[in-house]
Each structure stands twice: as C-alpha cells, then as structure tokens.
C-alpha cells in the first residue's frame, strides 16, 4: 500500500499526514498540486491547511489542481481517499462528497481535543470502527461548519454515508446533526473535519487516529 | 470586454453568523430598528464573453448548494 498526500500552495499539514501513512501502512509521498499523474499510488490523503490562501471559499480553488483530476479518477476507479479538513473542503467543493462546510457558528477559531463517535457508516473504509465507538482526535479550523439541505441529509444517512459524529455536547462549529465525517456514497472518499494524522503518537497523548488511517490501509488491500 | 458584478450571498435559511453578529453590533451604535442583516461577497469583473458568466458563477464564483447568485452586467 502505497499513499500519495497532496501538497498546495497554503497545506500545512501535510508532513504529519505523510507520518501517519508511513505509520499504518509503510509507505508514502507527497504528491506536488501541478502533478497530473498520481505516479501509481493506491491511495489519497488530501490535507489539512489554507489551500491558496482560502481565497473565495475554502476548497474552492484548490479543487481546479491538475492533481484534483487525478483524485477524481482514482475515486471513481474505487481507490481510497481521505480528506481531512482543508482536504474535506476541497472533496466537497469538487463534488466529490456531499454537502458543504461554512463559517464556525461561533465565528471563531476553533482548536480542541474532541471526541468523534463511530456512527456506524457501511463504508469498506471504516471497517474495524464499531458505531459509537469514542475517537479522541484533534480539530481545528474557521470553517468547519458541515451543512448539506435536510433532503440529503436524510439520504446519506439512509445510504449509511455519515462517518462520524461530535460526541453530544461537543460539536465545535454548529455542524448539523452534529456530523463530523461522511463518505461518499461508494463509500471510498471519506472526509472528516478533525485530524486523525495529528493523533498518531503518544507525545500528543491519543493515538486515536492511526485507527482512521489502518482502516483504509486495510481497506485498500 | 464587458464590465460585470456579481452579488453572492448566503442561501435563505442558512444560518449567517456574520450578518447576526453585525445585527447584534447595530444597537450599542445607537442604530435602532435594522434586522435581517446578510453579509456576502460582491466580485467585479470584465469578460470578454459574459454570457459564459452563469456557468462561471455556478462553478467557482458561487457554490450553489449553500449561495444565490445575481449577476448585473453593468
């Protein structure tokens, strides 16, 4: 298993995303945005950060990225893709998950450990994660607002598309129905506001998140 | 060239921190009797072909799913 990250002008997170790959699944890459050719890995992190400076909305440019093309192929070829934060902004402006990510209703910037639950998501991705099970992951972000209308909302939690939710009483950003991640519909792009990669290591206490990224490396054997 | 602005701004119904916090500001100023304040984005520009303005509307200037759009040719 081999993971490619993708590296805008503006990602920040790029590097911690790259050791949580080579943690779970022993190898990775950093995959330049003018790059037209993923070069044959199995799968895509797209990462957190201020992709070209967060101009417009968040996403909304960096998801033009020749490399973007390349994502969208190998999602629509099935291969896994993991967008975290700035990465989750980007997979939905390019349409490639549903919904949207608005202003915090706070307004305010947000960074604070907090606690996803499993919400029992039929994703290949996210086998091993049992509905309601506790991940103690970072977030940080401006903009992680989830909203999508009401009639999608009920549609991907029918399709078993909600991958995680902010524990009761935790959601940071006014997010609806306290969603945290969703999948696509196939169920192999996944995109979550918290940091999996930044929960990795027991120097930052949970290592929580290398769960997320053993999954998909599962997955994708 | 054909000079053009666009005026987006954030869908009926969806909740607009902005405008409420420039709502909630309004009194202390001494400015009585102002409600339903919506912040958005205001983008000028000059095309060359302005009736390819829509589409660019719809694929990067706004995201349909969460802003309305209104281009004024100008």
């Known amino acids: ?152 909302l009920d549609e991907i939690e029918g399709n078993g598309q909600v991958a995680f939710r902010y524990s009761p009483g935790q959601n940071p950003n006014g997010s609806v129905r306290d969603i945290a991640g969703v999948t696509n519909e196939a169920g192999n792009v996944l995109g979550l506001m918290p940091h999996p990669e930044h929960a990795v290591d027991p120097l930052t206490d949970s290592t929580d998140g290398l769960r997320i990224f053993e999954a998909m490396g599962r997955f994708a054997r | 060239m054909a000079k053009a602005r666009v005026l987006i701004r954030p869908k009926e119904g969806i909740l607009d921190p902005q405008g409420k916090a420039v709502e909630r500001a309004l009194p202390a100023l001494g400015f009585e009797g102002i409600g339903h304040v919506h912040v958005g984005r205001m983008v000028e520009l000059e095309a060359e072909s302005p009736e390819r303005l829509g589409e660019l509307c719809e694929k990067l200037l706004a995201n349909p799913l969460i802003e309305d759009y209104e281009i004024q040719t100008l």
């Not at chain 1, 990775?28 to 101009?55: C, K, N, Q, T």
């Not at chain 1, 994660?129 to 977030?139: Q, V, Y």
């Open chain 1, 1 to 152: 298993m081999i993971w490619g990250v993708l590296q805008f002008p503006g990602s920040c997170d790029e590097r911690d995303a790259l050791h949580a790959c080579t943690l779970a699944s022993g190898e990775a890459r950093l995959i330049w945005h003018e790059e037209r050719d993923l070069g044959g890995v199995d799968g895509v992190v797209v990462p957190g950060g201020f992709s070209y400076g967060d101009y417009l909305r968040a996403g909304a440019i960096a998801r033009f990225s020749p490399a973007m093309e390349a994502v969208a192929a190998l999602a629509a070829a099935g291969g896994p893709v993991l967008g975290i934060c700035n990465g989750f902004q980007v997979l939905c402006e390019a349409g490639l998950l549903p919904g949207a990510l608005l202003l915090n209703e706070s307004m305010r910037f947000v960074c604070r450990q907090v606690d996803l639950l499993g919400a029992g998501s039929s994703s290949p991705f996210l086998v091993g994660i049992e509905p309601g099970e506790r991940l103690s992951i970072p977030a940080k972000h401006g903009e992680g607002r989830y909203y999508a209308p009401e009639e999608t």
